[in-house]
Nanobody, 120 residues
Framework: QVQLVESGGGLVQAGGSLRLSCAASGSIFSILTMGWYRQAPGKQRELVAVISSDGSTNFAVFVKGRFTISRDNAKKTVYLQMNSLKPEDTAVYYC??????????????WGQGTQVTVSS
């Protein structure tokens, strides 16, 4: 069983910053990628940022230059530093981990979500 535990969400004013953390635990052979998605009310879940085991990253266009993602492989933890937050960044942020489950297969696991609210 694999668990992803998120922390760091909350309420912040526009222009402020928040840092999200997500720690993976359980029966883990290898983590391929870790990342963050978000879902605003009435909208589909969308990719925010993802980081691979080798440190390569991919960001959604709407967060480039404002958000950074980092990863501590030893702690199986991923971080999302969010700066210059905007009201449109308000959403539930979900941690994702794509794990190598053997035999050339991978599987996605999700955290429970953490609310980020940006007031104008």
């Amino acid at each position: 069983q694999v668990q992803l535990v998120e922390s760091g969400g909350g309420l912040v004013q526009a222009g402020g910053s928040l840092r999200l953390s997500c720690a993976a635990s359980g029966s883990i052979f290898s983590i391929l990628t870790m990342g963050w998605y978000r879902q605003a009310p009435g909208k589909q879940r969308e990719l925010v940022a993802v980081i691979s085991s080798d440190g390569s990253t991919n960001f959604a266009v709407f967060v480039k230059g404002r958000f950074t993602i980092s990863r501590d492989n030893a702690k199986k933890t991923v971080y999302l530093q969010m700066n210059s937050l905007k009201p449109e960044d308000t959403a539930v942020y979900y941690c994702n981990a794509r794990l190598d489950v053997g035999l050339g297969k991978s599987k996605d696991f999700w955290g429970q979500g953490t609310q980020v609210t940006v007031s104008s």
